[in-house]
Structures are given as structure tokens and as C-alpha cells.
């Protein structure tokens, strides 16, 4: 039994020492992502509401487009889904058609007017009921296109899709959005490390239950494991594994090495 012992122990104790002195990994701190924030609509910058290195969050005004032209026309469709004369009218036309038809049944019935006669009645009144009907669908469409209007109203206010730091490339206004994204957000919580590792050591650097990178020289800083690139660089004869990691006060840029 002690033999065994000794002899897993021997096993063990070269793995254990490599794991403690592995060579300095160098590694690169990088933004999680960069997020490309276009508008939804083609148009003028009024105003920008951010200026590059700002900390904004989800939902946070970036950039305002000139709706001038389009509050004038949602004005005009509002007003468009509120007149109802035409309706009324139509309305009116049908009541009346409605009752002479009425009155031209008793009349034919007493034989006073004519079959013929009570056919014209009736086809007054169905083009009656057909027009009240082309009405009220002019001013269901006016609301649609009225909704629509105020919709692209409120698409004129950009805002941030994420979390993170505006980057330097951002519109200025009275530029249009035609020419591209309007603003960046880089993504810094959390951020991405990318550790270099020689082939020959991957093995010993994910046996790890815990890891963390040292900063500018720095302490120690813990990161969390998220995956081992799927293809190695045969130029350096490394393979990438990356690390989250979540501290405001490291920068993207920042030197670091795998902390051993």
C-alpha cells in the first residue's frame, strides 16, 4: 500500500510543479465587442448627445435626427384621422336611402309605385352603405398612416443598444446617416483576455481551477475561463484561450501576463 502511495505521488509531484512554473504567458486585454449603432431611418443630425470616452448605459440618447418635415406630417395625418365630415355625410345619405326604401315597399305594396321604382330605392341605398363603408376605411387608413408618422417621429432618438464607453468614431451633427453608423460602443464589462499558449503547454494551463492575470505589473487580477480557440497559430505555435474579466478599474490596452 505505502509503495502505491509513494508511486502516485511521483506521479503527481512533476504535474503539480510544472502547473506552478510555467514560463510568463503573455496575454492582450480587449473589449468584449464593438457595437456599430446605426439609425433606423435615413436623415439630417440635430443634435449629439454624447461625446467619445462617455460611460453610457442600455437605452441612453445618443444621437437626435431633425424631425421638423416629419412633425409636420404627422400633424397633417392626425388631422387627416380626425375629420370625420365626409363620414357624416355618408352616414346622413344612408339613413336617407334607408328610410326611402322603406317607404317605397309600403308604396309599391299598395300598388302606388312601381317594382321597378323600389329596385332604384334599393340600389340607392346599397351605394349609400357602400360609400359609408369606403369612409370609414379612408379614416382607419389616415389613423394607420397617422401611427406611422408618430412611429418615425420617435425613431429619430438613437439610442445606445448596450451598456459601455463611446468610441472616438461619432457623428457630428448636421451630418447624415446615410454615410454610415452614427456612433461605436466598446464593450468593457466584462472584458475579453486573450492568453497565448505554447502548444505544448495548453494542458497544464487548463488542468487550472483557478486563474488570473497580472496587470501593467501590477497584483493579481482573477479572471474567468471561456474557451480555447478551436485552431492553433502555426506561425507562433500558440493557441488562444480566452478569459472573462470584470474589473472597471483595467482598461482595454492593459499588458498582462497569465498570473501563474
Known amino acids: ?60 440618447l445618443l444621437v437626435r435626427l431633425d424631425t421638423v418635415l416629419l412633425e409636420s406630417q404627422a400633424a397633417l395625418a392626425e388631422r387627416r384621422a380626425e375629420f370625420e365630415g365626409p363620414l357624416a355625410v355618408a352616414r346622413s345619405r344612408l339613413a336617407g336611402a334607408e328610410r326611402r326604401v322603406s317607404i317605397m315597399r309600403r308604396a309599391r305594396d299598395r300598388g302606388a309605385v312601381s317594382q321597378d321604382d323600389l329596385n332604384q330605392a334599393e340600389l340607392e341605398f346599397a351605394t349609400a352603405r357602400a360609400e359609408l363603408l369606403r369612409e370609414q376605411e379612408l379614416l382607419d387608413v389616415a389613423a394607420m398612416e397617422a401611427d406611422r408618422a408618430r412611429l418615425e417621429v420617435a425613431r429619430s432618438a438613437v439610442v445606445a443598444p448596450v451598456s459601455g464607453i463611446v468610441g472616438e468614431e461619432l457623428i457630428s451633427p448636421g451630418e447624415t446617416t446615410a454615410s454610415g453608423p452614427v456612433a461605436r460602443v466598446v464593450v468593457t464589462r466584462p472584458m475579453r483576455v486573450e492568453v497565448y499558449v505554447p502548444s505544448q503547454l495548453i494542458d497544464d494551463v487548463l488542468a487550472r481551477d483557478s486563474y488570473a492575470v497580472t496587470v501593467n505589473g501590477a497584483g493579481a487580477v482573477p479572471v474567468t475561463f471561456d474557451y480555447v480557440s478551436p485552431v492553433a497559430d502555426v506561425s507562433s505555435d500558440t493557441i488562444s484561450v ?18 501563474n
Not at 464593438?34 to 442600455?58: K, L, N, Q, T
Open 242 to 259: 480566452f478569459f472573462e474579466l470584470d474589473d472597471p478599474d483595467v482598461q482595454p490596452g492593459s499588458r498582462c501576463q497569465l498570473a
Open 1 to 60: 500500500m505505502r509503495t502505491r502511495l509513494l508511486l502516485a505521488l511521483a506521479l503527481l509531484l512533476p504535474q503539480e510543479v510544472a502547473a506552478q512554473s510555467l514560463p510568463p504567458l503573455n496575454c492582450a486585454i480587449r473589449p468584449s465587442r464593438v457595437v456599430e449603432v446605426s439609425a433606423p431611418r435615413e436623415g439630417i443630425v440635430s443634435e449629439v448627445a454624447v461625446a467619445p470616452g462617455d460611460e453610457v448605459a442600455a437605452g441612453d
